[in-house]
């Protein structure tokens, strides 16, 4: 307590003056609640401190006194380090009010900041309306001016296409250039006069003049192009090409003076039509005087009995027929093909046409079918390219496009149609009219590759002139062979007469030709044409008085026909198999002649036919049989066919082994690549034709 004291004492004061606030420790206090002190004494009884006091029997009051008493030193401590620290905390209480005013200052300015920001805000938001406002008027003004710019650049002429329009040739670029500029001027005036623009008045007395001036330069420059087309010996494609150059000059025409444009247009019309009549009546004249001088005429049918007449005709070409492939050159034939068929083939069906005044210097003849090849082949070609002209320069397609073509090209078709209808109706050749019928569906075929139709009336017209025909000519043949009385045939004998070797021929040639496009009507009336024959060969036998010679006289002839079979099927071979039959022949040739040396440098070749022969040969027999079917709608010919050229394939390849077999040949590696020949033969009947 005495230490208490002097504390007490050093800090001037007595002990009376010392006031303590105890709070809620204070017992004198009259707020002090009596009923609290049992929960107070509690809860110091829970006490970690109190309750190990408790236990090793420690003075309470001692301790207390104890407690109170490092509590005063404690304090009195406290107090010496406040006041040893006074300065600072002085010189802090400094600090705090200095920062008080900087940051009193620095509310003002930033107060101050705010305003102006405020006031910032609302000028930035009046320039944003003031600029979307601008940006509005400017787009109006853009807008405006781009119209306006399009208008004044629509109207306004300038000098460079006036000049250019009075004074430059119309063949020039840059006429061409202004006449497109003038064109589009005065459709957009069209369109602003239709708006009631005043602006177009200002201007339409210059378009119209120079409008008037265009037309009147351009009409001029065609109309002289066309009559240049009448000019003799020249080459129409050239000005027409030149025409095409200036497809616009017409347009122009049609849209600004159809007047002009329908003159222009009729005028080459009619120059065209005579143009194309003259030209192919003249090349059609020209062209019959190099047909053969020697035709067939109403005597020349197949029951008819050979005369001295026929013998200038047909005695040279029996014989040379047998034997040999007959000469077109100085005859036409009637009965047999040779190589009349080549007119239809790829090479000379597309061929160039045939010049009469090169033909007569030469001194060479043709058959009526190579002369309508060529006269066709000339219509086609300029009616594909005259139809794809007047589409391309006259705006046109469809009927209009037809119609015009017809104006072109109506009077040499008709010219073309009374030619052929008065050749034909006195026509008995009736290999020519075949060949011709199937020129037609070939040129048929041409023209619709081309997409050009404009002259398929004409090949259908054509068509039904020459079909009635080749059936009539045939009926002819069959009735000439019905009414043909053995008894008066004179002398017979055992070799095949001259009605089979013309029905065998003639049967090979209509049958070679009518391959591509088969015709029923045709298939019918040659099997009538086989049944006389067949009728009359037995009526013929029944002539001779011994068996034997009956016999004789049926083999000889059913040989002749069985010929014409055999030359069939090794036509129906040549396609898939003709490499290696023709090596066979070549083989077989030089090993009878003794000159089997020469087949040593032929390994390239041998060995491309044997492999292509196992590549293809199975595909080759199922087109071959295809081929024939759709030739032959009589199922037991067909089947016949088919059969003997199965053989004849087997037989070539037999030939072939043997062939490989021979000295030069039999060492070479590709050998046993072969086919055996059994196997092939049980293959080859699996693919024959079950009708």
Sequence with gaps: MEEEEVAVGGMGHSEETLQLNLGDLDLTSEEFILDEVDLHIQANLEDALVQEALKTGVDLRQYSKQVEMELQQIENASIKDYIKESKNIASLHTQITACDAVLERMEAMLSSFQSDLSSISCEIQTLQEQSVA????????????????????????PNLMISTILETPVTEQGFLEQLHELNNKINAVKEQAFR??????????????????????????????????????????????????????????????????????????????????????????????????????????MGVEDTAKKDILFGHWVTQSFFSKPSLRNRNTIFTLGNRGSVIGGAELEGPIIVPHSAQKSDVRYP????????????????????????????????PALDLFNAVMGKTLAMFLKHMDAY????????????????????????????????????????????????????????????TDPQKLGFLDTRPHYITRRYAEFSSAIVSINQTFPHDRTLTLLGQLQAEVENFVLRVAAEFSSRREQLIFLINNYDMMLGVLMEFIEELLAPGFGGMIAFVKEAEALAERGQLERLRGEEARVTQLVRGFAGTWKAAVESLSQDVMRCFTNFKNGTTIIQGA??????????????????????????????????????????????
């Design 646 to 691: 199965l053989t004849q394939l087997i037989q070539y390849y037999h030939r072939f082994h043997k062939v490989m077999a021979l000295a030069p040949l039999k060492a070479l590696p590709v050998r046993s690549e072969l086919i055996n020949i059994h196997h092939l033969m049980v293959e080859v009947k699996k693919h024959k034709p079950n009708f």
């Design 134 to 157: 601008m940006n509005v008027r400017l787009r109006n003004r853009q807008a405006v001016r781009g119209r306006l710019s399009q208008l004044v650049d629509e109207l306004v002429v």
């Design 196 to 301: 009631e623009t005043m602006a177009c008045a200002d201007v339409a007395d210059v378009l119209d003049k120079l409008k008037a001036k265009a037309v009147a330069k351009i009409r001029e420059f065609i109309l002289q192009k066309i009559y240049s087309f009448r000019k003799p010996m020249t080459n129409y494609q050239i000005p027409q090409n030149a025409l095409l150059k200036y497809r616009f000059f017409y347009q122009f025409l049609l849209g600004h003076e159809r007047s002009v444009a329908k003159e222009v247009r009729d005028e080459y019309l009619e120059t065209m039509s005579k143009i194309y009549l003259s030209y192919f009546k003249s090349y059609t004249t020209r062209l019959m005087k190099v047909q053969y001088e020697e035709v067939a005429e109403k005597e020349d049918l």
């Design 424 to 483: 034909v109706s006195d026509c008995y050749d009736s290999i020519a009219v075949f060949l011709c019928i199937h020129i037609v569906l070939r040129f048929k075929t041409i023209v619709a590759k081309r997409n050009v139709p404009a002259i398929d009336k004409y090949w259908d017209t054509l068509l039904e002139m020459l079909w009635p025909r080749f059936e009539h000519i045939l009926e002819l043949n069959i009735q000439s062979i019905q009414n």
């Design 368 to 399: 009526f079918e190579s002369l309508f090849r060529s006269q066709h082949y000339a219509l086609l070609d300029n009616s594909c390219r005259e139809f794809l002209f007047l589409c391309d320069f006259f705006l046109v397609t469809g009927g």
